[in-house]
Nanobody, 115 residues
């Protein structure tokens, strides 16, 4: 079964840290470009960070210097290390796998940052 399962979301105070994980199964993980996206209530889903199959990373301006995306192909897992969290980081965070325009989405994990 093709799926992405996110975990690690939690309630955290501003300034705190969290690490999100996304475990993939049912497809060839290493050849996929992976990404984290988020959607806050009443807002559109936006890209947070991506890591390509050849390890190139890209970040939204709003998270540069605070978030780090990484992947472990031996574990079919992509991570998002989040530090210096702000209330505006509150959202549902979704994992995405992409190749040749075909996307697979996870169901999301909730991150709430209290002020």
């Amino acid at each position: 079964q093709v799926q992405l399962v996110e975990s690690g979301g939690d309630l955290v105070q501003a300034g705190g840290s969290l690490r999100l994980s996304c475990e993939a199964s049912g497809f060839s993980f290493a050849i996929r470009n992976m990404g984290w996206y988020r959607q806050a209530p009443g807002k559109q889903r936006e890209m947070v960070a991506t890591i390509s199959s050849d390890w190139n990373t890209n970040y939204a301006d709003s998270v540069k210097g605070r978030f780090t995306i990484s992947r472990d192909n031996s574990k079919n897992t992509v991570y998002l290390q989040m530090s210096s969290l702000k209330p505006e980081d509150t959202a549902d965070y979704y994992c995405n796998a992409e190749r040749n325009g075909f996307r697979i989405w996870g169901r999301g994990t909730q991150v709430t940052v209290s002020s």
